[in-house]
């Protein structure tokens, strides 16, 4: 099985920056689109990022601007640098990896993919 180990969340204040990690295991990584989603209490999940196999990115208009996700396939870790921080970013986040290598435009839904992480919080302070 594939499996996907996130890191990084904490507390931090509003403005401040994290950088999310999720390291990948197995020598597939490579061929899968991975993405990034979070969850706060109460609410459903929501698409963060995305970035394809040939490293096509994407971002909710909520974090655009403001979060930038990277995949180093050397290491099978993708990365998710979070700057500008708000209190409404608070949540968990995971990361999630879509088996398919092929795709048009963005991926959105948590059910188009195959493979999540734990999670990790993030925390936002005013």
């Known amino acids: 099985q594939v499996q996907l180990v996130e890191s990084g969340g904490g507390l931090v204040q509003a403005g401040g920056s994290l950088r999310l990690s999720c390291a990948a295991s197995?020598?597939?990584?490579?061929?899968?689109?991975m993405g990034w989603f979070r969850q706060a209490p109460g609410r459903e999940r929501e698409f963060v990022s995305r970035?394809?196999?040939?490293?096509?990115?994407y971002y909710a208009d909520s974090v655009k601007g403001r979060f930038t996700i990277s995949r180093d396939y050397a290491k099978n870790t993708v990365y998710l640098q979070m700057n500008s921080l708000k209190p409404e970013d608070t949540a968990v986040y995971y990361c999630?990896?879509?088996?398919?290598?092929?795709?048009?435009?963005?991926?959105?839904?948590?059910?188009?993919?195959?493979?999540w992480g734990q999670g990790t919080q993030v925390t936002v302070s005013s």
């Open positions: 999630a990896a879509d088996r398919r290598r092929i795709t048009i435009g963005p991926v959105t839904s948590p059910p188009d993919y195959d493979y």
């Open positions: 197995g020598r597939t990584f490579s061929n899968y689109a």
């Open positions: 970035i394809t196999w040939s490293l096509s990115t």
